[in-house]
């Protein structure tokens, strides 16, 4: 099979030690707030994707919590009333910033392959691929780690006990709340996987029925498993009662998980991976996510010119071949740090990404050499992304997951807990693309314990006027979201306008420019088809059959976003428009 021709593997082959997983480029120009702007915002800033998760956090505020309680009241909130993309029975990833310390920590609570799984156990009896066990049901499933993320925020970050941060969580799971079309549309198109299942007919059937838009979803088996973590921490959900259900659950319908795949769950604090671009340091994912490391090829290839003075072809053909080369390395190089050497210090090297750059003809498009027959799924219902500044400066971006919409669609009976379907984020047979339409090799192959690689990007940016936070949902798309918001803040557009910036996306393989309405004029789409792009963008006719539920949409994502101006010491949130239940509220700290 051939991947990639001519230079440009040349270019990504040049050998380097194997340098461990904290390496990272290292920024040179450390933007802290200077004397002349503000020591501390004015307030509290939150932007989640569900205003009842933004609401949770501002209420463990206002008891005296800080980022990381609001932080664990904000995504177990989510993970209620989000159940589409994200819960307690997946996983994430946590950037924090204490701001007494300084310190930038990125907290690790992806899933891991459960001990008795192998690539093996993922083909059908003909030897092919098997898609369906790959996405849906017990071995779909990793073992969770949002639980074992809220009990160490609680004990090493928060003020205030786990029972007080979940409590706004159990209420909502207890009360219910109103389903959404976003959540009605994506139990839909999964209501054949998760029908499969009695725990899951238990949670998600109203009366029997499929829900539908202002049905009130009420989840009282949630509520006792939250209720459980929250008396007894780690034990509360990976021990004990919950245990023997999720292991009865997942073992009743074939899965292979142990009570020791749950009890050794642990998460990992690693070194966040910095980098620099233009006056910004931009604080990001190590491995297990792809992100960060994506980011700095990205930026660092732009870095070579000064995108706003060209014209606005020119300015996205440089972006797309930067995000196309970014993409390819994913596929040969990422998997979890903590079993395989990943050439960090090149890959983020302003060398290789001069090399890379050195690679991109101006004016014509780049093959990628192959196409992938996968689709790639468009919308950002998977997954979800929150942000929070504090009034003592502290911060969080956090992007948690399930997977796919609804995770694997398996609820071990009693639980309440849908569980993820990240296992199709390894590269369970070699060279086979997941349902992002990516694909992997060794580096990126199931092992017992092991973290499949991520996406999920959470991202910080600091220059001595402005701090951000950010991140989306959108699977591989996560990260050319990320790397189009940050080139938004760069040219100093607002939150709110960072939230909703058009977006396009490309992901090496397929070869293909997606690009949302208005993301390009005509003129621009037709520059870029001149020079040997291939663009996937909606016209008249497609939104028409759209509209008649003929094609997918041409929208994604679901940009959440906080920012603290230094200058004027004040803060703002940016909350997508894409999604009609978010929201992004700044609440000031009242004068004494
Ligand atoms: N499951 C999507 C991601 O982690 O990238």
Redesign the pocket.
């Known amino acids: 099979m051939k991947f990639w021709s001519g230079v440009i593997i040349a270019v990504a082959l040049v050998a380097t030690p194997a340098c461990g997983r904290d390496a990272a480029a290292q920024p040179e120009h450390d933007a802290r707030p200077d004397s002349a702007a503000a020591k501390v915002p004015p307030g509290v800033a939150i932007a989640s994707a569900h205003a009842l998760a933004t609401e949770a956090g501002l209420e463990i505020i206002r008891e005296g919590g800080n980022a990381f309680d609001a932080a664990i009241a904000v995504s177990a909130a989510l993970s209620v009333v989000e159940p589409i993309s994200s819960g307690i029975g997946g996983g994430g990833f946590f950037l924090l910033h204490q701001a007494e310390e300084d310190r930038d920590v990125f907290l690790d609570a992806r899933e891991t392959s459960p001990a008795a799984v192998s690539s093996d156990d993922y083909l059908t009896e003909d030897g092919e691929f098997d898609r369906d066990r790959a996405t849906n049901g017990p071995w779909a499933a990793g073992i969770p780690g949002l639980p074992a993320a809220f009990v160490h925020l609680a004990n090493e970050y928060g003020q205030l006990p786990l029972e007080r941060s979940l409590a706004p969580a159990i209420r909502l799971a207890d009360e219910g709340f109103p389903v959404y079309g976003r959540m009605e549309r994506g139990y839909q198109s999964r209501a054949e996987v998760m029908e499969r299942y009695p725990g899951t007919r238990d949670t998600f059937l109203i009366d029997g029925r499929a829900m539908r838009e202002g049905d009130t979803f009420r989840q009282p088996d949630l509520a006792r498993t939250l209720e459980r973590l929250a008396a007894d921490g780690f034990d509360g959900f990976y021990r004990g009662r919950t245990a023997e259900l999720l292991l009865e659950g997942v073992q009743a319908e074939g899965g292979v998980w142990t009570a020791d795949d749950l009890a050794s769950y642990k998460v990992v604090e690693r070194e966040p991976l910095r980098l620099n671009y233009h006056e910004w340091e931009i604080v990001t994912a190590p491995p297990p996510s792809y992100g960060g490391v994506a980011l700095a090829q990205m930026l660092q290839i732009l870095a070579g010119w000064e995108l706003e003075e060209l014209d606005p072809a020119l300015r996205a053909h440089l972006t797309v071949e930067s995000m196309r080369r970014a993409f390819r390395d994913r596929t040969f190089y990422l998997g979890d740090p903590d079993f395989v050497d990943i050439p960090m210090e090149t890959l983020t090297s302003r060398d290789y990404a001069a090399g890379l750059r050195a690679t991109i003809h101006p004016q014509r498009a780049t093959p990628s050499d192959m196409l992938s027959g996968e689709p790639t799924p468009l919308e950002g219902d998977e997954?979800t992304h929150f942000s929070i500044i504090d009034a003592q400066g502290n911060r969080v971006a956090a992007t948690q997951?399930v997977?796919l919409l609804y995770g694997s669609g398996l609820v071990p009976p009693g639980t309440g807990v849908l569980l993820n379907n990240?296992m199709d984020?390894f590269a369970l047979q070699p060279g086979e693309a997941n349902a992002f339409g990516v694909m992997g090799f060794d580096a990126n192959a199931p092992e017992p314990g092991k973290s499949m690689l991520?996406?999920?990007t959470p991202t910080f940016m600091l220059s001595d006027d402005r701090i951000a936070v950010l991140g989306t949902p959108g699977?591989t798309r996560?990260i050319t979201m990320v790397l189009l918001g940050i080139l938004g803040y760069d040219a100093g557009l607002d939150a709110q306008s960072v939230a909703a910036l058009p977006r396009f996306h490309h992901q090496w393989l397929p070869d293909r420019i997606s690009a949302e309405r208005g993301a390009f004029s005509p003129e621009v789409i037709a520059r870029l088809r001149e020079m040997g792009h291939e663009v996937d963008a909606p016209d008249e006719q497609d939104e028409m059959r759209r509209s008649a539920g003929r094609t997918s949409s041409h929208s994604w994502g679901n940009l959440q976003t906080v920012a603290w101006n230094l200058r004027d010491n004040t803060l703002e949130g940016g909350t997508d428009p894409r999604n009609e239940v978010g929201s992004a509220e700044v609440q000031l700290t009242p004068e004494p």
Request: net charge negative; proline share 0%.
């Open positions: 997954t997951t997977n990240e984020d991520s996406s999920m699977g996560i």
